[in-house]
């Protein structure tokens, strides 16, 4: 499986851009597709979490202005993300945990990343 992610780009402060990542190859199913993403100099983070099942998790600095969402038929995530601030400038990679091919459980795959960077 890989996850190839796309969206992203320059954008003003109080803008919005979306992001997707698509999971390609033969996964039967995903447990949970998520976002990371990290600056330059710091940690990389979570952003958002979305299980099959539709839960959700937000870090608290995104709550309120992004919305994670996902289409299971597709293996594809999404990120929304609204009210951009100059702080959301990083590097977002797609992530997907507890992969199941062909019987076989693969964890913590990630994506190329893809940078957003948000203007003052």
């Known amino acids: 499986v890989q996850l190839q992610a796309s969206g992203g780009g320059l954008v003003q402060a109080g803008g919005s851009l979306s992001l997707s990542c698509a999971a390609s190859g033969t996964a039967s199913s995903i447990n949970a597709l998520g976002w990371y993403r990290q600056a330059p100099g710091k940690e990389r983070e979570l952003v958002a979490a979305?299980?099959?099942?539709?839960?959700?998790k937000y870090a608290d600095s995104v709550k309120g202005r992004f919305t994670i969402s996902r289409d299971n038929v597709e293996n594809t995530v999404y990120l929304q993300m609204n009210s951009l601030k100059p702080e959301d400038t990083a590097v977002y990679y797609c992530?997907?945990?507890?992969?199941?091919?062909?019987?076989?459980?693969?964890?913590?795959?990630w994506g190329q990343g893809t940078q957003v960077t948000v203007s003052s």
């Open positions: 979305i299980t099959s099942g539709g839960n959700t």
């Open positions: 992530h997907a945990d507890e992969v199941i091919i062909g019987g076989v459980v693969q964890y913590h795959l």
